[in-house]
């Protein structure tokens, strides 16, 4: 007798091969995704510090304001800029590093904690998709020493130095409990990796990891 319909045991049989193989294609899909997100945010990085290094050069080579923001208008650099000429605020509109781009292009990156002052160091934090504190990509929990070296997730962050005043032969510098210490000097824009899982609070002064910055 010819049979034109799967039987119980044969639709239960494909319905179970086909949770396997979708068992198996989840992680690499999330493992692509997480990818993308590290490649987007490092490639918007870079065009951030082009961009203030493109500010900056107009800047130290010329005493006429101009229009750094791209918004069309001339700009009063001596309110805007900083004493070594770096912008003090990347905004336009609601877009958070906006003064940086033409047009009407938005990016991910996210302002934690406005304008930040410290000894002799003015300071903004960011993040962006991989490294959003949220939705960003995870961090290798339990697993010491994993965690890969200027590749952003979720419980690392940007910081840009709008001003770094050092005194004498002592550079500006930055550091946590959790992350290597790094020399700063103004217009750094580059990602601060913290090691290990433990979350950062930008609610705290010290971002829940130990986290000092300042000019000696």
Request: glycine residues 10%; hydrophobic residues 35%.
């Amino acid at each position: 007798m010819n049979r034109n319909a799967f039987t119980m045991v044969e639709l239960i049989f494909v319905i179970v091969i086909i949770g396997i193989l979708s068992a198996m294609a989840v992680p690499k899909f999330t493992g692509v995704k997480d990818q993308a997100k590290k490649s987007t945010e490092l490639s918007s990085a870079s065009a951030v510090q082009a961009a203030l290094e493109a500010i900056h050069g107009t800047w130290s080579t010329s005493d006429d304001d101009f229009d750094w923001n791209n918004d069309g208008i001339e700009d009063n650099i001596s309110k805007d800029l900083s004493y070594h000429g770096y912008p003090y605020s990347l905004k336009r509109g609601d877009n958070v590093i906006g003064a940086l781009i033409r047009g009407k292009s938005n990016s991910s990156f996210k302002e934690h904690g406005g304008l930040l002052t410290d000894t002799g160091i003015v300071y903004r934090l960011y993040t962006a998709n991989a490294s959003d504190p949220k939705s960003g990509v995870k961090y290798p929990l339990g697993k010491a020493g994993k965690d890969t070296e200027d590749k952003p997730d979720k419980n690392d962050f940007w910081l840009y130095v709008v001003d770094a005043n050092a005194s004498g032969s002592t550079p500006c510098q930055v550091s946590s409990d959790k992350s290597k210490t790094w020399d700063v000097i103004s217009g750094d824009f580059f990602l601060i990796d913290v090691n290990g899982s433990v979350p950062v609070d930008f609610n705290s002064p010290t971002l829940g990891i130990g986290f000092s910055i300042g000019c000696n």
